[in-house]
């Protein structure tokens, strides 16, 4: 499954995306605000980013001195898709010469120690980075013997030195990737996809404060810089944009992180359950009881903020509850689907029932579809549900974190 993972991200190296300057920008202020020393005297990694593209290589090294970084890395896969193109780091229209020069064909790797006005102009720029690359003195600026993969030794052992990694990952290697930071006990804020919360060997960490997400809205997806050669025919219409002639794809991604911010430490503002039946902006909630699963000792919440305050049992909340969720407020207990629910085990099996969709017509599959999710009992008129012989109708929910009110 690795290697078919690897040969797949590798068939998608055509379709790599960009995170934009400005949302780099936006995500790493709110740690500093938290923590203005969270940098200093740190070595940050950023070992998925082509250098001479990376808006991550630019923030940092742009900010190297004002957040007091004691070093900055960068490691490429190879070939880079849009070489020297996004950040026009060098101000020749080709670079310099071998050994000083970009590599054509291999990976490459940054290593920043120094920043400061090289041409003496005033002002610190890329300019100057590439008039410092150029010089080789303070900086190191070569290639690497293998292909910049994170999992190569001497990946590892850049990643060894490190303290902070901070990029965009390869999506179809986030699990592998999630684990190396761990296993080298690195702290780091990195993007994914917002599915891989509910991995069952990425939930844990959630599970047990060990990973948390990020302080940009986890309700917005994320608008990536699409490069002139990646095939977009697939992708759904309404996730591609065009903004003065840049190609941007929304994905529904959000970052990760093990680095503290203040917004986790915010509490949810919650009314009581008899306040929100008789005052909630949701139907669903409004004029009627909570309703309690078949298959699981929890009551379900479809949204976050209808969440009872004396409520003291088990409930089931949408995955974007992580984005308000507070560690001195709840306690994560277990996630539907995937076996991420040891502390709260499903009580129930429907091999037994069948799908059918809304006009009546059989799907083909068996209620074994939907074991583990959490189900309710019903039909809402809108979606697919099971029946079984004696005629007992239930839905599934959409993924639900179990929660309850941390007790004091």
């Not at 179809?172 to 060997?201: C, D, M, P, W």
Request: aromatic share 12%; hydrophobic share 30%.
């Amino acid at each position: 499954m690795a290697n078919e993972n690897l040969k797949k991200a590798k068939r998608e190296k055509n379709d790599e995306f960009y995170t934009q300057y400005v949302d780099i920008q936006k995500e790493v202020s709110a740690y500093l605000e938290y923590d203005p020393d969270v940098f200093r005297n740190k070595i940050v990694y950023c070992n998925a980013d082509d250098p001479f593209e990376s808006n991550f290589f630019k923030y940092f090294v742009l900010n190297f001195n004002r957040f007091g970084l004691k070093q900055l890395i960068t490691t490429s896969y190879k070939p880079s898709p849009i070489a020297n193109t996004q950040l026009k780091l060098f101000v020749e229209d080709k670079p310099p010469k071998k050994p000083q020069g970009r590599p054509k064909v291999t990976a490459n790797k940054f290593i920043i120690n120094e920043v400061k006005d090289f041409d003496g102009d005033g002002e610190f720029n890329l300019k100057d980075i590439a008039l410092q690359l150029k010089d080789n003195k303070n900086n190191e600026w070569s290639p690497l013997k293998k292909d910049g993969d994170f999992r190569s030794e001497e990946c590892v052992n850049l990643l060894k030195q490190s303290d902070i990694v901070v990029t965009n990952p390869p999506f179809s290697l986030f699990r592998e990737y999630v684990k190396q930071i761990f296993e080298y006990k690195k702290k780091f804020i990195v993007i994914g996809n917002k599915n891989a919360v509910t991995n069952k060997k990425i939930f844990p960490l959630f599970e047990n404060n060990k990973m948390w997400v990020g302080t940009t809205s986890y309700n917005k997806d994320i608008l990536f810089i699409a490069p002139s050669n990646a095939d977009l025919s697939k992708k759904p219409k309404t996730a591609i944009r065009v903004v003065d002639g840049i190609t941007y794809l929304r994905s529904p991604s959000v970052w990760f992180t093990n680095i503290d911010h203040g917004r986790r430490h915010l509490p949810l503002s919650l009314m009581t359950m008899e306040d929100n039946i008789k005052f909630s902006k949701h139907k669903e909630i409004r004029g009627s009881q909570y309703k309690k699963y078949d298959n699981y000792d929890a009551i379900e919440i479809p949204f976050t903020d209808a969440i009872p305050s004396d409520y003291n049992g088990i409930m089931g909340v949408p995955v974007s509850f992580l984005d308000k969720y507070n560690p001195d407020q709840f306690d994560i207990l277990g996630s539907t689907q995937r076996g991420c629910h040891d502390k709260v085990p499903d009580t129930k099996k429907y091999d037994d029932y069948r799908e059918v969709r809304q006009n009546g017509e059989k799907t083909g599959s068996s209620g074994g579809k939907t074991n583990e999710n959490g189900n309710l009992l019903g039909n809402d008129g809108k979606k697919n549900y099971f029946i079984n012989n004696e005629g007992r109708i239930i839905q599934s929910t959409y993924s639900r974190i179990f929660i309850r009110h941390k007790k004091k």
